[in-house]
């Protein structure tokens, strides 16, 4: 069973914990996510299109993230999700974090902070092995497609995380 930990409302670490995806949080408890963007010379980003079969937004492009386990910090989270989705390691690339954002979703029961971060980095497609039970596909897509994904609303995030994609 995976865990995450527990914060408050200014991202502090409250010492308890919650199952993952159990979304029965109070109000002034977050858990944390992570979002990575890899950019490359040529100015493309690596971009995967969701399984089918996930509950939620199927089908739809995004970049490698995911949930910070228990007692893992935001970092560590980053460079195992874009591994273990895109077989890729980040942790010598150039970049790093940039932001953070924060959403309250009462009635959801589902609030979290997410940490953007963003790596420079030269990979080639054969370079990238992607998770099939996460994704059934990816691409590396210039500025003008990713705004045309989310401009369809097959992009999840962009507007959130925009700046990372133009910084």
């Known amino acids: 069973m ?7 409302e200014n ?3 409250t010492g308890r914990t919650m199952k993952r995806n159990d979304w029965n949080m109070k109000p002034g408890e977050f858990h944390l996510t992570v979002l990575g963007v890899i950019h490359r010379p040529d100015g493309k980003f ?3 299109q969701r399984v089918m079969t996930k509950s939620w937004a199927p089908g739809w492009w995004e970049v490698s993230g995911g949930g910070v386990m228990a007692g893992e910090t935001s970092e560590q989270a980053i460079q195992r999700e874009i591994r273990e989705e895109t077989g890729l390691d980040v942790s010598q690339a150039e970049g ?3 932001f953070s954002y924060k959403r309250v979703n ?7 902070f997410v940490d953007i971060y963003r790596f ?3 990979v080639a497609e054969e370079d990238v092995h992607i998770q099939e039970k996460e994704a059934l596909g990816f691409k590396f897509a210039d500025l003008d497609e990713i705004k045309k994904l989310a ?3 097959i992009f999840l995030h962009y507007s959130s995380i925009s700046q990372a994609f133009e910084g």
């Open 2 to 8: 995976e865990l995450w930990d527990i914060y408050d």
């Open 11 to 13: 991202k502090q670490l």
């Open 46 to 48: 690596l971009i995967t």
């Open 96 to 98: 790093g974090y940039l």
């Open 106 to 112: 009462p009635d959801e029961g589902d609030n979290y």
């Open 120 to 122: 420079e980095m030269d």
């Open 151 to 153: 401009a369809d609303g």
